[in-house]
């Protein structure tokens, strides 16, 4: 039993990734692609993509900068927070689109359903935030107020996103099995 639930992640993430390409490919210019799991090794090869793939838009320097800060940020967030399952697998994906004026920044890794709520609340208090300096200050009381977890980070991932996108995140969980969901997180820059 425990062996099809762990072999389902597999098919079920894989699954979501070639739906979500499909449709990214189909109404927009999809720019850089992942499946599998990351390393520092893997992130570095994707980051001379998007680096390259970006500078061929004729973008403002400061967009550049924002979509590729974006980029590596969640994908290090991916390498260090996604779950991995039963047998230390890493199931995700990310996809960099352009669609319209924004560029789209998508990332789909495991969670532990019991983290659900958890990260739902800090997604949810960041997108609150009307004004830049407000979450800003939200950023340096959460730095300050906060430790740094076993993991290297105090939980600023998603808040540094919030203040570089401009925009509201959007996430989404879809429930994989009894112990694990696929959370996808969209960033959208603005590039006009």
Same mark, same amino acid.
Not at 8 to 23: G, H, P, R
Not at 72 to 84: A, P, W, Y
Not at 161 to 170: E, H, P, T
């Given at each position: 039993? !425990?062996?099809? $639930?762990?072999? $389902?992640?597999?098919?079920?993430?894989? +699954?979501?990734?070639?739906?979500?390409?499909?449709?990214?490919?189909?109404?927009?210019?999809?720019?850089?692609?992942?499946?599998?799991?990351? !390393?520092?090794?893997?992130? !570095?090869?994707?980051? $001379? +993509?998007?680096?390259?793939?970006?500078?061929?838009?004729?973008? +403002?320097k400061a967009s550049v900068k924002k979509i590729f800060f974006i980029s590596v940020e969640t994908l290090q967030n991916m390498l260090l927070h996604g779950k991995r399952n039963g047998k230390g697998e890493q199931h995700n994906f990310f996809i960099l689109s352009k669609n319209g004026s924004l560029i789209d920044v998508i990332s789909s890794n495991l969670v532990s359903n019991s983290s659900i709520s958890v990260i739902q609340k800090q997604i949810t208090d960041i997108n609150e935030f009307d004004d830049e300096k407000e979450l800003k200050a939200y950023y340096l009381e959460h730095l300050e107020n906060n430790s740094i977890s076993e993991k290297g980070g105090a939980g600023l991932g998603f808040i540094t996103i919030g203040m570089k996108s401009g925009n509201k995140l959007k996430m989404e969980f879809k429930k994989i099995n009894d112990h694990y969901s696929l959370f996808t997180l969209i960033s959208s820059i603005n590039i006009v």
């Amino acid at each position: 039993m !425990s062996d099809h $639930n762990l072999h $389902n992640e597999k098919e079920f993430v894989q +699954a979501e990734y070639e739906q979500v390409l499909s449709i990214h490919q189909k109404d927009e210019l999809l720019l850089v692609s992942h499946y599998g799991p990351l !390393s520092q090794t893997v992130i !570095s090869e994707l980051e $001379n +993509a998007i680096e390259s793939k970006i500078t061929t838009l004729d973008l +403002a320097k400061a967009s550049v900068k924002k979509i590729f800060f974006i980029s590596v940020e969640t994908l290090q967030n991916m390498l260090l927070h996604g779950k991995r399952n039963g047998k230390g697998e890493q199931h995700n994906f990310f996809i960099l689109s352009k669609n319209g004026s924004l560029i789209d920044v998508i990332s789909s890794n495991l969670v532990s359903n019991s983290s659900i709520s958890v990260i739902q609340k800090q997604i949810t208090d960041i997108n609150e935030f009307d004004d830049e300096k407000e979450l800003k200050a939200y950023y340096l009381e959460h730095l300050e107020n906060n430790s740094i977890s076993e993991k290297g980070g105090a939980g600023l991932g998603f808040i540094t996103i919030g203040m570089k996108s401009g925009n509201k995140l959007k996430m989404e969980f879809k429930k994989i099995n009894d112990h694990y969901s696929l959370f996808t997180l969209i960033s959208s820059i603005n590039i006009v």
